[in-house]
């Protein structure tokens, strides 16, 4: 069979590569989107809460902005994040707003499922082609071109391959580009809860004493999603528990701040592993996302990282003046140098932030809870991390 061809072919159909597709296509390529599982737009569920929540700073929402998909999510499934308060092992407190940046928001709290389903639908309008289901089957790169073959719909060509199929990259490995995954010996645990007080749209985030992070996003109403970043041990125990007992866990964890819990979403836990790649893209081949890089989710950042990668790419290709070829070296350079410093910058901040709050040592655990309480009363500290933060 002769090959079906595009400029590019977009390798995955998480949030990621569901924004990057359309941005590619409005910037004037032929763009398909291929995945192993079926693409569709999730039913609309009002009386339930997806277990899969994110913290989608100002710039991601303004790259779906642009992607006309963040209006499609309801108003009322949107939780602005108008402060944060971190508490160390030892009492030390750090608190910044939104106002001290004066910005709505730090960042909006929004569920996988509403804003896939604000998604979806933007592939036909941008006219993106959409191939799935079909199981990746192999990988071949040629000077001109790269070629996926896909069960069940054949042999795809395409000038530029984007690796968008998460942290085990299939892509990734296919391509020779070869980076085990290092674990952090935690697993986050995350789950949905009521809770009895207002949080009054206050993220908070404890730094325990086993090394263990706890943090809790604040959703619609009297609701939050924790994500307990664990030992695995005990994320083995708290995923055992029944919810009462689980959300019994949850509130004396926080000290009952906002009272009462009740279990809204059963748990799961996935492990926590940190990616760091050599480079970011290869011949006829650019990774997003998790395909990319992994960080530890303390800061929440992990997704906004990958719709940095799909704005970065698709304003390089739409920039690309005389340079018809989306897959070209020069491309693909400016591509990673755009990239480089962000994702290590975020990569040094949370992978030292876990370290250093999982040391055992008596004496870190005084020196970090010290500048922790030390940022809190430096004005000029407090605005960095908040305009750190919206970024």
Same mark, same amino acid.
């Given at each position: 069979?002769?090959?079906?061809?595009?400029?590019?072919?977009?390798?995955?159909?998480?949030?990621?590569?569901?924004?990057?597709?359309?941005?590619?296509?409005?910037?004037?390529?032929?763009?398909?989107?291929?995945?192993?599982?079926?693409?569709?737009?999730?039913?609309?569920?009002?009386?339930?809460?997806?277990?899969?929540?994110?913290?989608?700073?100002?710039?991601?929402?303004?790259?779906?902005?642009?992607?006309?998909?963040?209006?499609?999510?309801?108003?009322?499934?949107?939780?602005?994040?108008?402060?944060?308060?971190?508490?160390?092992?030892?009492?030390?407190?750090?608190?910044?707003?939104?106002?001290?940046?004066?910005?709505?928001?730090?960042?909006?709290?929004?569920?996988?499922?509403?804003?896939?389903?604000?998604?979806?639908?933007?592939?036909?309008?941008?006219?993106?082609?959409?191939?799935?289901?079909?199981?990746?089957?192999?990988?071949?790169?040629?000077?001109?071109?790269?070629?996926?073959?896909?069960?069940?719909?054949?042999?795809?060509?395409?000038?530029?391959?984007?690796?968008?199929?998460?942290?085990?990259?299939?892509?990734?490995?296919?391509?020779?580009?070869?980076?085990?995954?290092?674990?952090?010996?935690?697993?986050?645990?995350?789950?949905?809860?009521?809770?009895?007080?207002?949080?009054?749209?206050?993220?908070?985030?404890?730094?325990?004493?086993?090394?263990?992070?706890?943090?809790?996003?604040?959703?619609?109403?009297?609701?939050?999603?924790? %994500?307990?970043?664990?030992?695995?041990?005990?994320?083995?125990?708290?995923?055992?528990?029944?919810?009462?007992?689980?959300?019994?866990?949850?509130?004396?964890?926080?000290?009952?701040?906002?009272?009462?819990?009740?279990?809204?979403?059963?748990?799961?836990?996935?492990?926590?592993?940190?990616?760091?790649?050599?480079?970011?893209?290869?011949?006829?081949?650019?990774?997003?996302?998790?395909?990319?890089?992994?960080?530890?989710?303390?800061?929440?950042?992990?997704?906004?990282?990958?719709?940095?990668?799909?704005?970065?790419?698709?304003?390089?290709?739409? =920039?690309?003046?005389?340079?018809?070829?989306?897959?070209?070296? %020069?491309?693909?350079?400016?591509?990673?140098?755009?990239?480089?410093?962000?994702?290590?910058?975020?990569?040094?901040?949370?992978?030292?932030?876990?370290?250093?709050?999982? =040391?055992?040592?008596?004496?870190?655990?005084?020196?970090?809870?010290?500048?922790?309480?030390?940022?809190?009363?430096?004005?000029?500290?407090?605005?960095?991390?908040?305009?750190?933060?919206?970024?």
């Amino acid at each position: 069979m002769t090959p079906r061809r595009f400029d590019v072919l977009v390798a995955g159909g998480g949030l990621v590569g569901l924004s990057l597709a359309p941005a590619l296509a409005r910037a004037g390529l032929a763009v398909a989107l291929a995945d192993r599982a079926p693409i569709a737009a999730p039913a609309a569920d009002p009386a339930t809460l997806d277990a899969r929540v994110y913290a989608f700073s100002p710039a991601s929402v303004a790259f779906l902005e642009a992607q006309r998909a963040w209006p499609a999510v309801p108003a009322s499934r949107l939780q602005p994040v108008e402060s944060m308060r971190i508490e160390g092992d030892r009492g030390a407190v750090l608190e910044f707003s939104a106002y001290d940046v004066g910005v709505r928001a730090l960042a909006w709290i929004a569920e996988e499922r509403e804003v896939r389903r604000a998604l979806v639908p933007q592939l036909a309008d941008a006219g993106v082609e959409v191939l799935a289901p079909g199981r990746f089957a192999a990988l071949s790169f040629a000077p001109t071109h790269a070629t996926l073959e896909l069960d069940g719909v054949g042999a795809i060509e395409a000038r530029l391959v984007v690796g968008a199929d998460g942290v085990r990259s299939w892509v990734r490995e296919a391509a020779g580009m070869r980076a085990e995954p290092r674990p952090y010996g935690q697993t986050a645990v995350v789950a949905n809860f009521a809770c009895e007080r207002p949080h009054g749209g206050c993220a908070r985030q404890w730094f325990r004493a086993d090394g263990g992070i706890l943090a809790w996003l604040p959703l619609p109403g009297r609701r939050i999603s924790i %994500v307990w970043s664990a030992p695995a041990a005990l994320a083995t125990e708290l995923m055992t528990l029944d919810h009462a007992a689980l959300a019994a866990r949850v509130a004396d964890a926080g000290r009952r701040v906002l009272g009462d819990f009740e279990v809204v979403t059963p748990p799961a836990a996935f492990p926590l592993q940190f990616l760091r790649l050599p480079a970011q893209v290869a011949h006829r081949l650019a990774l997003v996302g998790d395909a990319a890089h992994g960080v530890h989710p303390l800061a929440g950042q992990g997704v906004n990282l990958g719709f940095g990668d799909a704005e970065a790419l698709a304003a390089v290709v739409a =920039a690309r003046g005389p340079v018809a070829d989306p897959g070209a070296p %020069v491309l693909l350079e400016r591509y990673a140098r755009r990239r480089a410093e962000p994702v290590l910058a975020m990569q040094a901040v949370t992978d030292g932030l876990a370290r250093l709050f999982g =040391a055992r040592s008596a004496w870190l655990a005084v020196l970090r809870n010290l500048g922790l309480g030390a940022a809190d009363r430096l004005p000029f500290v407090k605005q960095a991390l908040a305009q750190h933060a919206v970024r």
